[in-house]
């Protein structure tokens, strides 16, 4: 898929591994610049910045709490020092803490593990939204995709369980509400809702366990980690100029709202 970002500006939280470094590379394959975002993995992240750069296009990596206002700002600060201005904006940074013993029922889990799980997932997309909005409204032109989850539906958000899945749902409903106050100002807010995908997770499981999985999915298959980049790309790209405040469930029919 070849969308046309050409000297687009894209800053992709969480982008130091998994589907936020997938993300971050096509987006460098389809001619965008690409702020690599990390939390405190920043070899890591280099190491991404190094495969864009590969492409032909230009990358700089960035350290940040996102749980942190503060920090958030300096790293606004710092995308504009470097590129002079931010066009997307994906949300994809977030902790889903894993217990040994399985999904931990609401009555058990700790003020800790809410507290994660909330401020990371939430308030870190909610302060990131917050803060590239106020660039974005000088611009008068901008597209933010959230990434969601399919278990804001389902509830199964894996270990610990609930936090998870409340943190996601709370995504697309501040969707829709960014969405709502931005859109007469140029500005575009989405969400991307992936059911079960390819990943360091998956690697864990036996083929057993992973077979059992995609035999729930109708499509009989679990989803690829680019098959979500593509649909964000899709979503910040002008292909997608007359949508906002919409939820894309790409889960290969797992789950159908």
């Not at 999904?103 to 058990?108: E, K, M």
């Amino acid at each position: 898929m070849i969308v046309n970002m050409s000297d687009k500006v894209v800053l992709v939280t969480g982008a130091s591994q998994g589907l936020g470094e997938i993300i971050a590379i096509e987006f460098a394959r389809n001619n965008a610049n690409v702020v690599v975002h990390c939390n405190s993995q920043p070899d890591k992240a280099e190491d991404v910045v190094r495969r864009i750069k590969e492409t032909g296009r230009e990358a700089l990596a960035i350290c940040c709490n996102i749980a942190d206002s503060e920090q958030v700002r300096r790293m606004v600060a710092q995308v504009l020092d470097h590129f002079g201005r931010i066009d997307v904006l994906v949300n994809n940074a977030a902790v889903n803490p894993k217990d040994p013993k399985g999904r931990t029922p609401i009555y058990n889990i700790s003020d800790e593990e809410l507290d994660l799980v909330i401020d990371v997932n939430l308030k870190g997309t909610f302060t990131c939204t917050r803060e590239v909005l106020k660039v974005m409204l000088e611009q008068k032109r901008g597209s933010i995709v959230n990434i969601a989850s399919a278990s804001a539906y389902t509830c199964n958000g894996g270990p610990p369980g609930a936090p998870y899945s409340i943190s996601k749902a709370g995504i697309m409903c501040m969707t829709k509400c960014a969405a709502l106050d931005v859109a007469s100002q140029g500005i575009r807010v989405n969400t991307v809702a992936p059911g079960p995908i390819e990943g360091p997770t998956n690697l864990r499981n036996t083929p057993e366990v992973n077979q059992a999985m995609a035999e729930k999915i109708p499509l009989k298959r679990i989803g690829k980690r680019e098959e979500i980049a593509y649909t964000v790309i899709f979503l910040a790209s002008d292909l997608s100029n007359n949508t906002t405040g919409a939820t894309f469930d790409v889960n290969g029919g797992w789950y159908m709202p």
